[in-house]
């Protein structure tokens, strides 16, 4: 089944930062919407950002003003530039294209 491919994630200490980056299955062009969503351990997944192909983005409250999402049109990726990164930020992040396909995400681990 063709899907996006996150990778990016890793261990890193609380306050520092990752990008994390969705490889998309598609043209980006052609996709409406794109987004990233998180799973922590024992939580439903999430919505965390979300970037129309108009490039208009929003974010979760408890997200904004530390991350980012952006696209690369000629790499057809998508980005999430994680800043001030919190235990609380621990999860699989998962890129989603269309609302209607996943990856299989990308584990993200703050701690020190």
């Known amino acids: 089944q063709v899907q996006p491919v996150e990778s990016g994630g890793g261990l890193v200490q609380p306050g520092g930062s990752l990008r994390l980056s969705c490889a998309a299955s598609t043209s980006i062009v052609s996709i409406n919407v794109m987004g990233w969503y998180r799973q922590a351990p024992g939580k439903k997944r999430e919505w965390v950002a979300t970037i129309t192909n108009g490039g208009s983005t929003t974010y979760a409250p408890s997200v904004k003003g530390r991350f980012t999402i952006s696209r690369d049109f000629a790499k057809n990726t998508v980005y999430l530039q994680m800043n001030s990164l919190q235990p609380e930020d621990t999860a699989a992040y998962y890129c989603?294209?269309?609302?209607?396909?996943w990856g299989k995400g990308t584990l993200v681990t703050v701690s020190s």
């Open positions: 989603n294209e269309g609302l209607v396909r």
